[in-house]
């Protein structure tokens, strides 16, 4: 089917893309171009088929600044597309004296986490607000001197003879790149060595632990067989041919027999025993058949009353 003109040609079409509604405090500009790049991709060169679309897809915040510019539902319908981009522009991005600008500029540093590309290229961005002239290049070099991170990288960076804006990008930039590779290589060849070191160090602990098991099972067997070998060297030795005089029993001799010892261990001897008596002194039966006499002496003197000392020795 054949289009007439290029609004019939527009006209019932999806656009190609979205955007999104704008937000307060951001940059119109930025958001005003974008647009412009929709319009770009949909074949859309109608200023007022873009005015449309404009306040459609801009959103409720935008709209209520256009009827404070535009109270008359007229004049906004009358204004062109251009005039209202402009006067947008105005209330959202207010623009700083060029003070103000270099003032931003020249306090602008690297942030700790901030990539050397990023820095470069906000430097130069807001080297643009700042009129700079046929200096902009030199001043864009000293600020990204002064204003890297790495003190290192700026130490070099003073050290260079002739230093252009070129190659103090080029420098900022893969500086931190060849950082990046040398960390990542080390953590790798750390994770490496660690990973080696615990298996390692497993291997050592088992190896420990079974060295110990078997040192213990080896002193284990040499502490029975010199058990084995002390028992057979006591029950032979140098008696293994005598035999013992008090059991009769091969490969000891009476002093080291276990049963006489035995036997002696259990024996209890009664001193007021004469039988008993191993001596077998007459002397010292009598002595005690004699003391024996004379206690029952004394007990019986002591039951009639009379004193066994004046007995002895006569009336005081």
Known sequence: MAYSDENSRHKGTVLIGTIEPYVVGSSFLNYAERLDYLFQVNGITDAARQKALFVTLSGPAVYEELKLLYPSSEDL???SYADISKKLRERFDRVESDLIQRYKFYNRVQGPN???EDFVLAVKLQAEFCAFGDFRETAIRDKL??????????EKLLNEDNLSLAMAEKMIVNWELAGSRARMINDRQGG?????????????????????SRSRSRSNVHKRRWQSRSTERKRT?????????????????K?????RKR???????FIDDKKNLSFGDDKIADLFERLKAGMNDTDSDSDSGICWKRGRHGAS
């Not at 030795?237 to 001799?253: E, N, S």
């Not at 002093?255 to 049963?259: A, E, G, Q, T």
């Open 77 to 79: 319908k009358l204004v």
């Open 114 to 116: 901030e990539r050397a």
């Open 145 to 154: 001197v002064m204003g890297v991170a790495d003190g290192k990288l700026q």
């Open 192 to 212: 490496q060595i660690a990973s080696v070191k615990s298996r390692l160090g497993r291997r050592d602990l088992h190896d420990r632990n079974m060295s110990h």
């Open 237 to 253: 030795g140098r008696y293994a041919d005598l035999v013992c005089d008090f059991c009769g029993i091969k490969g000891h001799i």
């Open 255 to 259: 002093r080291s027999c276990f049963k």
């Open 263 to 269: 036997m002696q261990k259990n024996s209890v001897k």
